[in-house]
């Protein structure tokens, strides 16, 4: 249910550049995973419902549309719980024991990707992969999607971004948030704007290198996180081969 109501955000915040799905214009990749798998296809019932001549059948706003394949919670959605996740620690100021797990599980999650070699190792990739394309768009190069770009993917893969573009926050990640970053075309620049959406809003965030949220430029942003990006998968595996053991040890996940 999450993911389709994500889905819907994204229909009423793109209506007006997105109408209808167009594989040229739209793609989402997903992992192999099948939860990830799942909540693409969810995702995209919420942003593509079938309108008109899409609808195949009566009443059914769902329609098939392609997905390519690469290869604490349960409190937080009222499952029925043991009575001892409620107990309380004196020694630990008054925390309950499924606090003290949640924040135990959040420090070891968030120790994977919290310096500068370690977010360069799990979100450098990535990272230089988004910034490319929107260079490519800045430069009117053709690029595939023309439109949107999705990733249905993990937790740990918006952690890694975040804490390669340097705008990491120490939480863990909810489900069904997601990273966004919109270019915009200006009288003689291009500018991209990020949004990481957590919950029912979309908080803007700015990006290292930018003076200003509305005046935020590609190479501003490239510039300021090259130290963290990686240019090919051949590199990553070369750094992984010579990368130190104490960064191995925070980094297995």
């Known amino acids: ?14 209506t007006s550049f997105i109408r209808d799905f167009n594989a040229e214009d739209v793609d989402l990749v997903s992992s192999k ?8 296809l969810a995702m995209l019932r919420g942003f593509f419902p079938a309108i008109g001549q899409e609808e ?25 719980q043991p009575s001892w996740v409620y107990n309380v620690w004196p020694q630990f100021n008054n925390e309950t024991t499924i606090s003290i797990i949640s924040s135990l599980k959040r420090i070891r999650r968030i120790s994977q990707f919290n310096s500068a070699e370690k977010a360069r190792l799990r979100g450098g990739l990535l990272m230089k992969d988004w910034i490319d394309r929107a260079r490519n768009v800045s430069l009117g190069l053709s690029v595939i999607p023309h439109k949107i770009k999705l990733h249905s993917a993990h937790d740990g893969t918006l952690l890694a971004l975040m804490y390669a573009l340097g705008i990491g926050n120490n939480l863990l990640v909810p489900y069904a948030s997601c990273a966004i970053m919109e270019i915009y075309k200006t009288l003689n620049n291009h500018t991209i704007m990020f949004f990481y959406k ?18 935020c430029t590609i190479a501003q ?11 090919s998968l051949q590199q990553l595996n070369k750094m992984c081969r010579s990368v130190s053991p104490q960064v191995l040890q925070h980094s297995v996940a």
Request: aromatic letters at 10%; a neutral charge.
């Open 1 to 14: 249910m999450q993911m389709y109501e994500l889905g819907q955000f994204f229909r009423q915040r793109y």
């Open 33 to 40: 995973s099948d939860r990830a798998i799942v909540s693409g």
């Open 56 to 80: 195949w059948l009566q009443n059914e706003q769902w329609q098939p549309l392609p997905l390519q394949v690469a290869t604490t919670d349960a409190i937080d959605h009222n499952m029925t």
């Open 198 to 215: 957590n919950g029912t809003i979309a908080h803007q965030l700015l990006l290292p290198g930018c003076p200003s949220y509305d005046n």
């Open 221 to 231: 942003v490239e510039k300021a996180v090259s130290r963290r990006s990686v240019r």
